[in-house]
């Protein structure tokens, strides 16, 4: 059955185009993700295909008596109880139970936080399609406001189902494997083109809608680097001055000068990653301690969290993980000094310098300037927060736009950036990939493996933990009603604690020999370096290798251009020195990439 078919189909905001000619067909079975910077045109296009935009050019057909089941990215739901909006079925749905949703079914719907509805209006249109009711499910980021195993949960029942789905979403580890199977597409969006990716054998169509876009930027970096010789060997013309060309027009000389100076910056802004080792105050042997600690809030039974010691030294790499509502948020507050424990001590360094980003954009005047916002009250914008806001794709005439201008991803956006311009030695971020595009994420992760000091980070993103956390604090609820919720930090990964989860939950097999083989596997993980730390001494590795292939290239030149006797034997020596790092720069990216498979 085929649920929708777009033709020749463009759209445009009056400033610019979002994406035009795009051919696509969407049929049952099939597992469709688009992707893009924010404000490519993501909603636009699933609009489009809904029917609930019409389409600038091009023609869009549905397919006869396709029932589709849309979730917004902020669902509006009826007035009334959860109950009600979700019928008779949410006894009997797992996706109530799962989500965290079934104890609301007597809640007011106008009185559920932003997260909570999220849930509820996930949990009504996949109670849908449990019944069989539902063709299309078209489904805007949502991941947003869920745990890491509700995740894992909506990941299986998407791949199991026989309808079709669309979806915007920023979890790479979902956007992998939901388009692996035949029928998995991937539409990207990239300043004003729609590229569309699909699966190959062995490979998602995610992954091949990467190697796609690394082909298109190397095409289109040698094609600048072309322009840009050309621009430079006619500045240099234009400038030596001889009588004949003292006449041509200085608009050309300017235009060429200009195109040196420019190009497209999506390709090169952040080639060279920022010291901010040398900006960030330095950090003591002391970070954060808790010593017995209880959290939670005045007149409750229970405290939320009991019995809390944790250290958190210089370089910690941690990632909070826990159901919703286990105390992730809480627990965090309290690192930062903004909730005071119920009992028990924290101790801070004197030296520690905090920075924290919470789940929501910070209040900022409509009418402030992104720089001058950067820069903070009594500071002046200078290169260095020019080069943050580039390096999160704050182009030069975004600097200069008001509050009220940006989308809330770039709200988002600038909210982590005025955290990060601060210098803090100490990271606490709250979700903060929520409301990000693939670019920023990667951006974000960038910035973080070169970033010195410690980190604490709560997100539901998989693949950001696994990228930027060493070790997890697992916080887990009370195993009963009357008790309180405890943490417990896990060596590894966030892939070790959900395989250790796996193992250990209600409905996993009860024989030995099933759950036997998992907990090996963890431990046989933890007893090595995590992926994060191996990502990040890989990225180290590759810098010594591209500045070792640059001081190889510059003495074989040098050496070409050399008749001297001792100059040739001195630069033969220096030649023989780099060509070594190089192989053993080499040797150990090849032990660590393999490490990593």
């Known amino acids: 059955m085929i649920c929708v078919d777009l033709a020749g189909v463009g759209a445009a905001q009056p400033d610019k185009v979002l994406f035009e000619g795009l051919d696509l067909t969407i049929a049952s079975g099939d597992r469709v993700a688009i992707t893009g910077i924010n404000g490519s045109g993501k909603t636009t296009l699933l609009n489009i295909c809904t029917g609930a935009l019409v389409p600038d050019e091009g023609t869009v057909r549905f397919g006869r008596d396709v029932r589709t089941a849309v979730l917004a990215q902020e669902p509006a739901l009826p007035a009334g109880t959860v109950g009600a909006t979700l019928g008779d079925r949410w006894e009997v749905a797992a996706a109530a139970t799962v989500l965290g949703v079934a104890d609301l079914v007597d809640r007011p719907t106008d009185q559920l936080s932003g997260g909570q509805a999220k849930r509820v209006a996930l949990a009504s249109v996949l109670a849908d399609d449990e019944y069989g009711e539902v063709d299309f499910l078209v489904l805007d980021e949502p991941t947003n406001h869920l745990d890491l195993e509700a995740i894992e949960w909506l990941e299986r029942r998407l791949t199991a189902r026989r309808a079709a789905v669309l979806l915007i979403t920023h979890d790479r580890h979902l956007l992998d494997h939901l388009t692996a199977r035949d029928g998995g597409r991937v539409v990207e969006l990239d300043r004003g083109r729609a590229f569309v990716h699909r699966a190959a054998p062995g490979r998602s169509a995610y992954a091949t809608s990467l190697d796609g876009r690394a082909e298109r930027m190397a095409r289109e970096q040698q094609a600048e680097m072309t322009r840009r010789n050309l621009a430079r060997r006619e500045l240099a013309w234009l400038r030596r001055g001889a009588p004949a060309r003292s006449s041509k027009p200085k608009s050309r000389l300017l235009g060429a000068a200009a195109i040196l100076d420019g190009g497209d910056r999506r390709n090169d802004v952040r080639s060279d990653p920022l010291d901010f080792a040398a900006g960030t105050y330095r950090l003591g042997n002391q970070v954060i301690e808790l010593d017995g600690v209880s959290i939670g809030f005045p007149g409750e039974p229970v405290p939320l969290l009991a019995d809390l010691d944790l250290v958190i030294e210089p370089g910690a790499r941690l990632a909070v993980v826990g159901p919703n509502g286990s105390g992730k948020s809480t627990l965090l507050d309290v690192l930062a000094d903004r909730r005071q424990p119920l009992t028990g001590t924290v101790r801070r360094g004197s030296t520690v310098v905090t920075g924290v980003a919470d789940q929501h954009a910070a209040s900022l005047d409509p009418d402030g300037i992104v720089r001058e916002l950067v820069a903070g009250p009594h500071g002046q914008p200078d290169h260095r927060h020019r080069a943050l806001l580039e390096r999160f794709w704050f182009d030069t005439p975004?600097?200069?736009?008001?509050?009220?201008?940006?989308?809330?991803?770039?709200?988002?956006?600038?909210?982590?950036?005025?955290?990060?311009?601060?210098?803090?030695?100490?990271?606490?971020?709250?979700?903060?990939?929520?409301?990000?595009?693939?670019?920023?994420?990667?951006?974000?992760?960038?910035?973080?493996?070169?970033?010195?000091?410690?980190?604490?980070?709560?997100?539901?993103?998989?693949?950001?933990?696994?990228?930027?956390?060493?070790?997890?604090?697992?916080?887990?609820?009370?195993?009963?009603?009357?008790?309180?919720?405890?943490?417990?930090?896990?060596?590894?990964?966030?892939?070790?604690?959900?395989?250790?989860?796996?193992?250990?939950?209600?409905?996993?097999?009860?024989?030995?020999?099933?759950?036997?083989?998992?907990?090996?596997?963890?431990?046989?993980?933890?007893?090595?370096?995590?992926?994060?730390?191996?990502?990040?001494?890989?990225?180290?590795?590759?810098?010594?290798?591209?500045?070792?292939?640059?001081?190889?290239?510059?003495?074989?030149?040098?050496?070409?251009g050399t008749t001297e006797h001792e100059h040739l034997a001195r630069l033969g020596d220096e030649l023989s020195v780099a060509q070594g790092a190089l192989d053993s720069a080499e040797s150990e990216w090849l032990e660590l990439a393999e490490q990593l498979e």
Do not use: C, I
């Open 398 to 560: 975004a600097q200069y736009a008001p509050v009220r201008m940006l989308s809330g991803g770039e709200r988002r956006r600038l909210q982590l950036v005025m955290v990060l311009a601060a210098e803090p030695n100490v990271l606490l971020l709250d979700e903060p990939t929520n409301d990000l595009d693939l670019d920023t994420l990667r951006a974000l992760e960038d910035f973080l493996d070169d970033w010195p000091g410690a980190l604490v980070v709560a997100s539901h993103d998989r693949t950001f933990l696994d990228r930027v956390a060493d070790h997890v604090l697992a916080v887990e609820p009370p195993p009963s009603a009357g008790m309180s919720g405890r943490v417990r930090r896990v060596p590894g990964g966030v892939g070790g604690w959900l395989a250790e989860r796996a193992a250990v939950a209600p409905s996993a097999p009860k024989s030995a020999g099933t759950t036997a083989a998992p907990r090996r596997d963890w431990k046989q993980r933890s007893s090595g370096p995590s992926p994060s730390t191996l990502r990040r001494r890989l990225r180290e590795v590759e810098k010594t290798m591209n500045a070792a292939q640059r001081k190889v290239s510059a003495l074989t030149v040098e050496l070409a």
